[in-house]
């Protein structure tokens, strides 16, 4: 590759890394609404019946200036991934707080923020309700990305976009297509520590190191898995009273982006 | 009522107000195999077919020493109040953090903790989700008292002990007869603040008044009721970044448990 050719795949790489694909009537209208988020295209199935819905979700869309595309039910479903609950509407929305995982490590190192990065890295969430939660208080909370595998997580779907309060279209995700493992070992090398929450570390949340700072958080029963555990550098746990073995996942989320 | 009526009185209050009616195979079991909940007495319909987990219960009561009463189906749903999800089983459990508003305040004006309290006051948090997942976090966190009224509150229905994980029958609850805005009033007049969380407040929850404070979660989509904003003498907000408007009220009470 040339480097007109590099950049170019690089400048398409990190388009589609905003790019996320919401599909449903209720939460397509809810993202054309929000006037923060830019909409690239809306797809419809050529089968959907003229109704009020429909017709308002592609007159915003026209006024966002996107560009709207009709497809048989079959290819529509291709795009949604998911034909049992796209109700033959489908969107691609330009998500501002999106990033790759290269921008990331580019921003760490360049200390863009001009203070340390705080990261959560979800590891086998697999509660929609959970992520969305999660990401609604990370949102809101101090939190400068979520790492979210495409594998092993709950995605971005409609039970998500509720949970999260539509705030999924503003947080500072970072869909990762390979290994969370490899995420972290890359972010490891950017000078970042890796830190694990389990209910058995021997530190508090309140003994984090200082700099910048990963928090893994693990599955809702196994928690964090062995591939994962490897890559860790500390370990704190949220200290509790009345024998409480453990916290809902999302509120320790949010514990972290509240710290 | 003389002396020895009025003690008694107060005795079997107290006695009762302890006292949890749980209802469910699952939920009983579980009440059971916990070691540090005691169990009053067990119901079990006539009709119930012999099978290994009823079975299991029973023996799990006897050895707890608790009574075991059989009745026919409808008796047993008058113990139940929830025929359709008792499946043929209740227990009357005594919860060792359970209170009456009474012991609350005795315990606040004769500063028997040698610290300034901290409760939690529920008014209208109807998801039965929210409700186990605040008592999880109040449990393990630092809440001396959670205030639940029994109207116009989820109650402590099996998918609250669910998203309790169990944590329900140890923690520090008070359920209310009467109105919200009447106990809060009562802790009022024992030198307690009432704060209510509100995104609309103007000072944040780092700036909570010092003292006894009881913190007023409001329901999910209106937030705090007119009749309990009236016994409000504080309103705190959490500060949020991103435009986001509000927390999941678990997330919240999270927040001020671990504050």
């Not at 923020?113 to 309700?129: E, S």
């Not at 959970?130 to 400068?144: H, K």
Request: aromatic share 4%.
């Amino acid at each position: 590759m040339n480097q007109g050719d590099s950049d170019h795949y690089l400048a398409r790489k990190r388009f589609f890394s905003r790019m996320l694909t919401v599909y449903g009537r209720k939460p397509v209208l809810e993202a054309l609404e929000n006037k923060d988020i830019q909409v690239h295209r809306l797809h419809l199935a050529s089968s959907n019946k003229p109704g009020d819905l429909v017709r308002k979700i592609s007159e915003l869309a026209t006024s966002k200036g996107a560009e709207i595309l009709h497809h048989d039910k079959q290819a529509l479903s291709r795009i949604s991934r998911n034909a049992k609950q796209d109700q033959g509407v489908a969107a691609d929305l330009l998500c501002p707080g999106f990033q790759t995982l290269d921008q990331l490590v580019e921003q760490i190192k360049s200390n863009a923020l001009n203070r340390d990065f705080r990261i959560l890295a979800l590891d086998g969430i697999t509660n929609p309700q959970n992520l969305g939660m999660i990401i609604r208080s990370a949102c809101a909370g101090n939190i400068d990305a979520i790492l979210l595998p495409s594998k092993g997580c709950a995605q971005i779907d409609p039970l998500t976009i509720k949970a999260s309060v539509g705030t999924v279209f503003r947080a500072p995700i970072v869909r990762l297509d390979g290994q969370l493992a490899d995420a972290l070992r890359a972010l490891k090398d950017s000078k970042c520590a890796i830190i694990g929450l389990s209910s058995r570390a021997q530190n508090t949340l309140n003994e984090c190191p200082s700099g910048n700072n990963v928090f893994v958080l693990g599955n809702e029963t196994h928690g964090v898995s062995d591939t994962t555990q490897a890559t860790c550098s500390d370990w704190v746990k949220i200290p509790m009273n009345n024998g409480v073995e453990s916290l809902n996942v999302a509120v320790t989320a949010a514990l972290i982006a509240f710290h």
